[in-house]
């Protein structure tokens, strides 16, 4: 299995060569830090805006828009070859990278779109509310409905290559949404669900912690996953949507969170899922299977209860 390793001076110089040089300099600073993990804090946001003429909204488009190459680069795509980056500003003022990932071997529907991914990238850092998304491609109808379960989409601003920007709602008329099915919340600011797991391995109490604050409002199926490598903690929390098919597992979570942050899905040493024996829909098998084609890891399943 591919993974995203760090950028060479090279290939980061090339995403960028399309900027001023002291932008340049300014950016190749911040995403050569070893901490970086594909999102620039609210400060950073602002040092990059001056280089531009303002602070205002065009510019923080601009901004935006000028990433998506850099964001670009973390896609793997060994089966289309179709690399997508998306890059969201956070109602916070913060900016994320997200990337498509594909799965050779494995059905398409193990696919990880780019706006998946940094919707996901976004909720992991705390963030509740995107106001911007730029993505280098029109995105599909998979992902515009994957979209319109977050909190406040209708007035995201969205970014398509060169086009003028456009409001989410126009680029989903006659949206179906939670409130047809009568759910009032919303994913990244959904309340926590109350449960609890009588095991006292840390691992599978931080898959109990993404188990917790999951969102699966249309099955009450939580479900968390925990992955540990030599280098870090990845967390992955189901994301269910309305129309079921657009849903996000939890391992797609953490996976997504461990490549963001230029980790090897090879150096996946232990994986613990938790989620309740009870639920209408289990994340078990399919995460093994996925899981059983990019490690040699076995996936630990762990039942937790209400509380």
Partial sequence: ?????????????????????????????????????????????????????????ANKQQLCRDLIPLAQSYSLAPISSFYVG??????????????????????LAQTVHAEQSV??????????????????????????QFINELNGACDIDVLITKQPSTRFADILPMAFGPSDL????????????????????????????AATSSYSPFSQSPSGIALQTSNGLYLGRYAENCAYNPSL?????????????????????????????????????TSKQLLRLISDVTLETLHCSVK
């Fill in 182 to 209: 009568g759910i009032s919340d919303r994913l990244m600011v959904s309340p926590d669900n109350q449960l609890t797991l009588e095991s006292d391995s840390a691992l599978a109490q931080q898959a109990l912690s």
């Fill in 249 to 285: 597992s939890p391992l797609q979570g953490a996976l997504i969170s461990l490549h963001l942050s230029g980790d090897s899905i090879d150096d996946i040493s232990s994986a613990v899922l938790v989620e309740r024996k009870e639920s209408k829909v289990s994340q078990e098998k």
């Fill in 86 to 107: 998306a890059v969201a500003m956070g109602e916070s003022g913060r900016i994320y990278f997200g990337a498509n990932m594909e799965f050779k071997g494995l059905t």
């Fill in 1 to 57: 299995m591919a993974h995203f390793t760090k950028l060479s001076s090279e290939q980061l110089t090339h995403c960028i060569a399309h900027l001023s040089t002291p932008l340049q300099q300014q950016l190749k600073s911040m995403v050569c830090s070893v901490d970086f993990n594909a999102c620039f804090t609210s400060d950073q946001v602002q040092a990059l805006l001056a280089h531009y003429s303002s602070s205002d909204k």
């Fill in 119 to 144: 919707i996901t990238n976004a909720w992991r850092n705390q963030e509740t509310k995107l106001v911007m998304l730029a993505v280098s491609a029109p995105p599909c109808g998979h992902c515009r």
